[in-house]
């Protein structure tokens, strides 16, 4: 996140005020009240004015600390979560597209490339696999919400995500009512564009997407 300069002058203008006030109190003070008590009153004031902007720095600094950590964790959960939706998005679409193979970051950098027509004959989607591709739908719209509002989500990702969803709300639509398996087809090769297209922008996210995809495998094979 940047820090505008504009940002920090704005914020630090009460401290400022506290601060000068404090001191001005505190020489008014000194050159002009006589009776020691009025006198210890005015400073005990100015002190106050002075002791308030070290306050609010060490509660803001606290703050800070607090947040960046929540951040932090946030973050890392939302990378493990999109990670493995992701991935289970994939593999579902390349189950209901017919496609055949392991299933690695350069097939799935190839998969963006590929005609509609060469997988739209191929396409099944039965009940089942629509209900599943619709809890991935839902799915990434919750992360898209929680994790946008606490903006954890850049806009990149922010964008990408959202177009996944809508790609794959249109492409159960034009299967269910208007039967295009062109469309389909297509809406499909622009989810698997997208995926890649996150994963080429996130070297974090493509190193956890392969040890899934390795985790994968080796269930498979025990």
Known sequence: MNIKLRDILLKSIPYLLSIAGGIALFLVTVDTVKNPSVADLMNNIAASLLSIPIVFLLYDYSNYRISKKLNQSLASSMSSRITALMLGLVMT??????????????????????????????????????????????????????????????????????????????????????????????NMVDIFGRIADWMDSDAAAAINFQKLLQQASDEKIA
């Open 93 to 186: 679409l390349r189950g209901a597209a017919g496609m055949r193979g392991k299933l690695t970051l350069s097939a799935l950098n190839k998969m963006r490339d590929i005609s509609p027509h060469h997988i739209e004959k191929n396409i099944k989607m039965p009940p089942a696999v629509r209900q599943k591709l619709g809890t991935y739908h839902t799915d990434l719209g919750d992360v898209i919400y929680k994790y946008g509002k606490n903006n954890i989500l850049d806009s990149a990702s922010m964008q990408n995500l959202t177009g996944i969803t809508l790609d794959l709300l249109h492409m159960l639509n034009e299967y269910e009512f208007r039967k295009d398996r062109h469309a389909v087809a297509k």
